[in-house]
């Protein structure tokens, strides 16, 4: 059986996890965050003693580190390292910077590319990232670049941050988006960029609901 495959990339908070769930839903595919695998990387450094920003501590590491993605149960992605579930612990501030740094060792990404593509051959995906349309799937049936003005990315993030309980100033929000972006489209390997064939996106003062209605739309237009 072919497998149908969209690929999401753009920078943080651009509405990608919350826009890919949803259609992933709407379509009965599987959603797949591949930050959450970056993420979860980063954890293991960490836990490690390593600094996940330099290659020479976290390439050892490789050898020794169980990542795994399951979605049995409710049916949402969880992550793995080990036997343990670290599904919520990946999301607090200090594990995106771990994860933003570890994910521009080439050797990382090299490591993590089989988990994504053996995903895609297996399900109908949506997968969301930053090198997606670019790198992990560039024969995918669909990519769109979603993108959003950095205030309106940073006041998202904050509203995130607040509903898990774990509150970030605003102005904090900001530095760490304006840092994390630089840095994701600035390194040397699979730098955060719109494939050419990708369709942008903007979601920029609209509603979660007028963003979805406007990719089922280019769902539609290029499935039907
Ligand atoms: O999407 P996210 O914020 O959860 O991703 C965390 C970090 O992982 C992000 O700063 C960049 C990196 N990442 C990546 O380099 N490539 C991907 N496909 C997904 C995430």
Known sequence: MEYKSIAIDGPSGAGKSTMAKALAARLGFLYVDTGAIYRTLGLFARNSGADPGDWRQVEPLLAGVSIRMDYAGDGLQHMYLGDEDVTEAIRRPEISDAASKISAIPEVRTFLMEMQRDMARRHHVVM?????????????????????????????????????????????????????????????????????????VDTSGKSLEESLRILLQVVEERFS
């Open 128 to 200: 969301d990232g930053r090198d997606i349309g670019t790198v992990v799937l560039p024969e995918a049936d669909l990519k769109i670049f979603l993108t959003a003005s950095t205030q309106e990315r940073a006041r998202r993030r904050c509203a995130e941050l607040q509903q898990r309980g774990t509150p970030v100033d605003y102005e904090t929000v900001l530095a760490d988006i304006i840092e994390r972006d630089d840095r994701d489209s600035n390194r040397a390997a699979a730098p955060l960029r719109q494939a050419e064939d990708a369709i942008p």
